[in-house]
């Protein structure tokens, strides 16, 4: 049995961190650098303005953090940790994630499929 560890990403003012693109590519570079398998990206869950919505004021769209983290790293694999599916279009999202790229290996793609598949 292979044990995997990930960590997340501050896409978001959550837990303490401010998220800015440096943040993103500074968290994403020292995950892969210390030997991270995964790093994984919130979208946002509270939207209403209540104080419990005040880290989530400042969130990256999930799909733009995982990109920028792509395009700054070579090993460590991409994910979203939460994806709020009645805000988005799966197939859109699928586009997405798999236009081709060189780096769909390193996405949910499978997940994506596998919801398309079930309508």
């Known amino acids: ?12 003012d959550y837990l303490g961190f401010e998220t800015s693109p440096e943040a993103i590519v500074a968290a994403a570079t020292k995950a892969e650098e210390v030997g991270f398998d995964a790093i994984f990206v919130n ?3 509270i939207v209403d303005s209540s104080s419990r919505a005040a880290p989530w004021t400042n969130v990256y769209d999930p799909f733009v953090a995982m990109s920028f983290i792509a395009a700054h790293t070579t090993r460590i694999g991409v994910g979203v940790s939460v994806l709020i599916m009645p805000y ?3 197939g859109r ?4 994630l798999s236009d081709d790229r060189p780096d769909v290996g390193r996405t ?3 997940w994506c ?6 309508g």
């Open 1 to 12: 049995m292979t044990i995997r560890f990930s960590t997340r990403c501050p896409n978001s």
């Open 43 to 45: 979208d946002h869950i």
């Open 88 to 90: 988005r279009k799966p």
């Open 93 to 96: 999202d699928r586009q997405e």
């Open 108 to 110: 949910a793609d499978r």
């Open 113 to 118: 499929r596998r919801r398309l598949e079930r």
